[in-house]
């Protein structure tokens, strides 16, 4: 398969650049730290990557949002005469 | 957690983090008092805090940061970030629902790159990623690489700073006799320094 030169002008990305890109994508995913040092195949699609990451980064949201529950609910209810209310009052100050 | 790129580099960032989420949260509380809200705004106030502190402490080395704050500018020092961050809570709050992560709805300029990534592909993709319903195919898979690595050190500040607000609350001496933290990917933020850090970040805002 050849690369074209896009219409616009802009620089041709080459093949070795996309599947770069695609490895290391890869390599942060959660699936890619039980095969690490391995064959480096790119067995896994491009849609398959893709969707990967997606539900990825979706399950970090919803990680933040527990998260940031979580620490919602420990500023609000506070004991006002335990160490911690002590943070939270410096911290609220 | 070992990434290819850099749990060592996420350690500026998550200091920034970090200060700009006690920023945001302190500004919160001035507006009101965190225990005098409801409870879907008290979370409300969280979430978009921890939002707007992670774009804010990004900066300008990716386009994801600006989706979430189109109000502030990439370049500015920290403490106007951390100006810029509190009006921009401020803003959010008001905004109902999580008004940061608006989608900016432009056209995609095409590129070589569209016959493997058709578009199709990266409609969810899209989604996900702030601002990423802008991005030609290419700059998609950079951002979703870069936001990935920051979303990760999001999740890892907001679980220390949790713990470590929780473990205060209780009795002060599990705090002396709980094992440190494991060392995660070579970082050195075990528990005991974490507090300290914290609390020391609380004490210079």
């Keep these: ?93 | 957690m070992k990434g290819p790129n850099a749990s060592a580099s996420t350690k500026p960032f998550k200091r920034a983090f970090l200060k700009n989420l006690l920023l945001s949260l302190q500004d919160c509380s001035r507006a009101t008092p965190f225990d005098a809200m409801s409870l879907h705004d008290r979370k409300r106030a969280v979430k978009s805090s921890a939002d707007v502190a992670m774009a804010a402490a990004r900066g300008g080395g990716a386009r994801w940061p600006k989706a979430i704050l189109p109000h502030a500018s990439a370049a500015t020092t920290a403490c106007n970030k951390a100006q810029s961050c509190r009006r921009i809570v401020r803003r959010c709050f008001c905004h109902k629902g999580r008004g940061a992560r608006r989608r900016v709805v432009v056209a995609a300029t095409g590129s070589d790159v569209a016959r493997r990534l058709v578009k199709r592909r990266t409609t969810a993709l899209r989604k996900v990623i702030p601002g990423g319903d802008a991005m030609d195919e290419l700059s998609l898979l950079r951002e979703a690489m870069d936001y990935v690595v920051h979303l990760r050190a999001q999740v890892d500040v907001l679980r220390r700073v949790s713990e470590a607000v929780q473990k205060r609350s209780c009795d002060c001496d599990s705090l002396r006799d709980a094992s440190p933290y494991l060392v995660q990917s070579g970082e050195e933020l075990v528990e005991h320094d974490f507090v300290l850090f914290f609390e020391s970040s609380v004490r210079k805002l």
Excluded: F, W
């Design chain 1, 1 to 93: 398969m050849s690369s074209r030169r896009s219409s616009r002008g802009s620089a041709a990305i080459s093949e070795e650049e996309i599947n770069e890109l695609i490895s290391k994508l890869q390599s942060l995913l959660p699936s890619a730290r039980g095969r690490r040092g391995g064959s480096g195949s790119q067995a896994a699609s491009t849609t398959k990557l893709l969707k990967e990451t997606c539900s990825y980064i979706k399950s970090l949201h919803r990680e933040v949002d527990d998260l940031s529950d979580r620490l919602s609910d420990l500023m609000a209810g506070m004991d006002h005469n335990s160490p911690g209310a002590e943070i939270i009052r410096s911290l609220l100050r």
